[in-house]
């Protein structure tokens, strides 16, 4: 079955939706990339009501979990200053946080300039009820823990050019579960006061964060493999966008290099497929040992960014066909007939709603064979004897994985539908290798 599939079906079926683009909703929590604004938490003040915090999407509920929202900021500012504040959230047995935070005078009303530290932050603006406010709140890259549970944020407010009296930090924190959902997740409310007055000292530009996930599944928190496709996110990564237009991979695109030091503390250079000042999709390195790596991005030679990434030998993740590591399966269906091969779809672009969706998939008559192909990343060095699948819950009778042909870091998957699955609909596709389970993805069986 390794041979089934041609190098230009593989291209047909998958160029539409290869990664390397940048990614607008990755599946890390409910509100992983952009939390919406006016959820501070903020009190009734002047004419301004009284905000929402997490909860208004969050179930549960303010300040009970056992946890803490702290705020960290100097105790005076000076006009035009810049002042570095850390909002800093702790809760046991959690690995994905998230904040919200505003900067308000005793008006209520929107004080000096808050300034993204790295791109584990960014800014929104708010609407009525609260226009004119400005919030900070984390990013995709800001999710995951900096420490064991616990999570923090450094950025910088930027004091009014005059002094505006007392301006007080109203912040709100969420410590999720991780299930996708807006059960079970626990949130938090603080606030700081800051006055007029003499400034400190400045503090020194922290290196700015970088975070990886695999590119098929986007969940930061699973391993990463050698030959693995990963996408990285930051803030002030490159200057310039650019793909690589040869093979092997460049390790150096528009000035911009990934370096992997793993465990051991051997330091490779990871081939580049895409960069971009957000974004950068590589490839991990052959080689690197399992355990702890740090993954540093240079732009002409200096650190830019950092983070730290948990390499493993085997860690599979699915693509899927909207890029977000769920819903339908990147991939295509192979229908083995009278000994003729055919290629079909299983999704179509639903260009109204700028989406993939599901297409119906024949199992046709029992002469027909109907394989599954669908593509991944980091399970290639799986033996095959510990590998299986399910679709809709019946496990697969025939499962091979495989380098997928022609593509540098994608594998690919060949499974046989089981004829029992005639006239479900919608199933799961999951997918085992060694011990560990990649994201759901799925089909639709007719």
Known sequence: MGSLLSKSAII????????????????????????????SGAPALGGFPQETSCTECHSGTVNTGGGALTITAPASYSPGQNVTVTVTINQANRALFGFELTALND???????????????????????????QYIQHSFSGIVASAPNQNSWTFVWKAPAQSAGRV?????????????????????????????????????????????????????????????????????LSANTAFATTLPLPTLLADTEVIVRDANN?????????????QINYLVPAGMANGAATVTVRRNGVAVAQGIANIDSISPGLFSANVSGQGVAAAVILRRRNGVDTFEPVAQL??????????????????????????????????????????????????????????????????????????????????????RTANVVQINVM
Do not use: H, W
């Open 12 to 39: 047909a079926a998958f160029c539409a939706i290869f990664i390397l683009v940048e990614l607008n909703s990755p599946p890390a929590g409910a509100f992983s990339s952009s939390p919406f604004a006016s959820r």
């Open 107 to 133: 008006q209520g009303q929107k004080a000096g300039d808050l300034v993204p530290g790295d791109g584990r932050t960014q800014l929104v603006n708010g609407s009525s009820p609260f226009a004119g406010r």
């Open 168 to 236: 007080t930090f109203y912040a709100a924190g969420n410590a999720t579960n991780a299930d996708g959902g807006v059960a079970g997740d626990l949130t938090y409310t603080t606030s700081r006061s800051i006055n007029s007055g003499s400034a400190p000292a400045p503090t020194p530009t922290p290196l700015g964060q970088f975070t990886s996930a695999s590119a098929a599944s986007f969940d930061p928190t699973v391993p990463l493999p050698p030959n693995g496709i990963v996408a990285g996110f930051g803030s002030g």
């Open 266 to 278: 051997q330091t490779r250079n990871a081939g580049l497929f895409f960069v971009s000042a957000n």
């Open 350 to 435: 639903n260009s109204a709603a700028n989406r993939f969706d599901p297409i119906q998939i024949d199992l046709g008559t029992d002469a027909d064979q109907v394989f599954l192909i669908a593509f991944g990343t980091g399970f290639r060095a799986s033996p095959q004897s510990a590998i299986s699948a399910t679709i809709g819950g019946t496990p697969s009778p025939f499962v091979v994985a495989v380098a997928a042909p022609g593509f540098v870091g994608l594998d690919q998957l060949n499974m046989l539908i089981p004829r029992s699955l005639i006239g479900r609909k919608l199933v799961n596709v999951q997918f085992t290798a060694a011990g």
